[in-house]
Each structure stands twice: as structure tokens, then as C-alpha cells.
């Protein structure tokens, strides 16, 4: 008997924005990091300061723990393991800031999508005409460190495997471009101590990245280089990297960072380029296609991409081998050699 068709996919899809906000919320809240420093906790005494009215309080505290964000013995809700590890802001292993920055900004841009696939216009901040994403985010120091920060909880897992994966033994230097916060580059020193690496970036990414590396303990082999890649050269070093960099701009930008990699390394030099990275037959990376659907929302010309379109603007500027190798979850990192 062939199975009978089950709306339960459709409806947990359309009703998934749901399921997002009670947890948004939660983060908004410092529910999970509270809990992290305060124990355990009676409904009464988490209701009272967490400011919740008592008509939905225990609705929303059961959906987290129906949802499995939160443990509950009889009355008193405790964090899982793994959002007492990775929601709790006063951890290294926090990676909320993506979400900060999702409850804050993606998810009522994210509103005007239909808007956005007619008019193929972003509807983020610079929807009315103002400046591009990152002068916009970075005129604000708050909007900059939480979107720095947001951009650490979305790589760390890919930068801490790259950091080990990658054959770093056969080379000396590396540059890690568009850097952010520097949690990439300092995975990588961390985990070979014979390299020296840069992050370059834009000069008021500076001092966020600085106390990063110099938290990390990493700061006597790893420092910053401000620039503007439209502006200038790349920083000449053995290997290059560019993570969630590629898919923030339309196709000449592309093969223009891909050109100043090539030129910045020497023969027997890489090119790593990691994201969400589109499975050749654009039918099973769902994340990496809404990463492209967010490239949308958020700028004038970005999109994702698939492997083989990476290998081959690659080739196209000269790399004489590329691979394609999986990280973690949706992300992998496409390799050129020179
Ligand atoms: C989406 S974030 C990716 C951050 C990090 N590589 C990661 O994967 O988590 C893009 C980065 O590119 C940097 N960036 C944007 N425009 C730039 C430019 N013109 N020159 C240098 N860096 C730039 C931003 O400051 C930001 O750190």
C-alpha cells in the first residue's frame, strides 16, 4: 500500500517561525544563561525574574521543554546539557549571537521576503536607500560587536574542524580574510603552534578582534591587518581563507577575491573558501539555499553556491587543482592549490 500523503512536514515548515520566536525569546530573556548561574529554579522564583505574566508563563517554559531547551523535575526547570554548553553567554562555546542577531534583525526582515523575491531588492536596513550592510552594522559599536559575535557562533564548529583538518603542516603563514572577530584564525594558531597567521578585515573590526585573539592567548602569532579588499591587495601569505565571505556578493566581486587570492599566495599556495555550500544537484543543502534566500534580505547582490560553481571560478583564475571536503552540519570548504 503506498504510504498516504502526511501535511506534517507543511505544517511544522509553515508553523516553524513559531517554534524560532519561543526560543528567540528565551535567548532575549537570558533564560539559559541565568539558569547556567543560578541552578536550577522553581516556576514561581523564574517567573518573577524574568518578568513573565503569569497567564502564559508555564506555556512557555513547557513549549522549552517540549522543544528539549529545557529540563523539568516536578516543578523546578533546569538547561540541557546542550543549552546550558551553547546558550549560556558567559561560556566560550556560546554561540547565541547568531541568534541575537536573528531575533534583532533577520527575523522581521525576513518578514518582506515575498517583497523581496518580486523586487530582488534587500529589505534589511539599507532597504530605504540607506548605506550596505556592513557600513550600516558598523556605525552602530553595539550592532558591530553583536553581529561580530553572531558571526563566531555560526563558524566556530566549521573553524575548529578547518583548524584541524586541513594539512597546515606543509605551510607557514595564512591570512584569514574578512576575518570578524578572529575565532577562525585563532582556532587555527591554536591548534599548530608553527604558523603565524593575520586576520584582515576592516579597520573598526580592530579591537574586537584584538581582545579576541588576546583572550584566547594566541596574540604573539596572530595579528590584525585592517583593509578594505575592494581598496587593496590581499596580505601575502601562504594559505588564504575566506569563510561567509564569497556569498555576500554578486559574481564580479566573487572572481575579483578569488584573482587577489591567487595573487597573494605563492605557487603550491591554497585557497580555502568555506559556507553553507550548495550540493551540486541544488536539492539537499536546504540550510545553504536559505542561506542564498538570506544573501537576498541582506544584500544588493550576494548569493551561495554550489561546489562545482566555486571550483570553477577557481580554475578560471588560474588554481591548478580544487577539492570539496565537508565540515560540519551544512557547511563545507572548497580548496583551490596554485
Ligand atoms: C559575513 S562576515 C564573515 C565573518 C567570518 N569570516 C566568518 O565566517 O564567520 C563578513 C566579514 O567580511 C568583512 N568585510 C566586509 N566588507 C569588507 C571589505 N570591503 N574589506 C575587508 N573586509 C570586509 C566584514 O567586516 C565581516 O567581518
Not at 581563507?241 to 559574481?251: K, P, S, V
Amino acid at each position: 500500500m503506498p504510504e498516504q500523503p502526511n501535511p506534517e512536514n507543511i505544517l511544522q515548515t509553515g508553523l516553524a517561525f513559531c517554534t524560532a520566536k519561543t526560543l528567540l525569546s528565551a535567548i532575549e530573556m537570558s533564560l539559559f544563561t541565568d539558569l547556567a548561574h543560578h541552578g536550577p529554579e522553581s516556576f514561581e522564583s523564574l517567573i518573577g525574574r524574568l518578568g513573565l505574566h503569569p497567564r502564559s508563563a508555564r506555556d512557555f517554559l513547557d513549549t522549552l521543554v517540549a522543544l528539549g531547551f529545557l529540563n523539568r523535575t516536578g516543578d523546578i526547570y533546569s538547561n540541557t546539557p546542550e543549552t546550558d554548553l551553547f546558550l549560556d553567554r558567559k561560556k566560550p562555546s556560546y554561540i547565541g549571537g547568531m541568534l541575537e542577531m536573528a531575533n534583532h534583525r533577520l527575523y522581521p526582515f525576513w518578514g518582506h521576503l515575498t517583497e523581496a523575491l518580486r523586487t530582488g531588492q534587500p529589505q534589511n536596513e539599507s532597504k530605504t536607500g540607506g548605506a550596505g550592510l556592513f557600513e550600516t552594522l558598523y556605525a552602530d559599536p553595539a550592532r558591530l560587536k553583536e553581529f561580530l559575535a553572531a558571526m563566531t557562533g555560526i563558524s566556530h564548529a566549521s573553524n575548529m574542524t578547518i583548524a584541524r583538518a586541513f594539512p597546515w603542516k606543509d605551510h607557514g603563514t595564512y591570512v584569514d580574510v574578512g576575518t570578524a572577530q578572529g575565532d577562525l584564525a585563532s582556532q587555527i594558531a591554536l591548534a599548530n603552534p608553527h604558523l603565524r597567521g593575520m586576520g584582515f578585515d576592516l579597520p573598526e573590526v580592530a579591537p574586537i578582534f584584538e581582545d579576541y585573539v588576546e583572550h584566547l592567548g594566541v596574540a604573539d602569532r596572530l595579528r590584525f591587518v585592517p583593509g578594505d579588499f575592494f581598496k587593496q591587495e590581499l596580505p601575502k601569505a601562504d594559505v588564504v581563507l575566506m569563510g561567509h565571505i564569497l556569498h555576500d556578493w554578486d559574481l564580479p566581486t566573487k572572481k575579483m577575491l578569488i584573482r587577489k587570492a591567487y595573487e597573494a599566495i605563492p605557487a603550491g599556495g591554497a585557497l580555502i573558501i568555506y559556507e553553507a555550500i550548495i550540493d551540486d544537484d541544488r536539492s539537499k543543502n536546504a540550510f545553504g539555499l536559505i542561506m542564498s534566500l538570506n544573501m537576498l534580505i541582506e544584500t544588493p547582490g550576494g548569493f551561495d553556491y554550489t561546489g562545482a560553481d566555486c571550483s570553477a571560478w577557481m580554475k578560471e583564475a588560474g588554481f591548478s587543482t580544487t577539492r570539496v571536503e565537508h565540515l560540519v552540519g551544512p557547511d563545507s570548504m572548497v580548496i583551490g592549490i596554485k
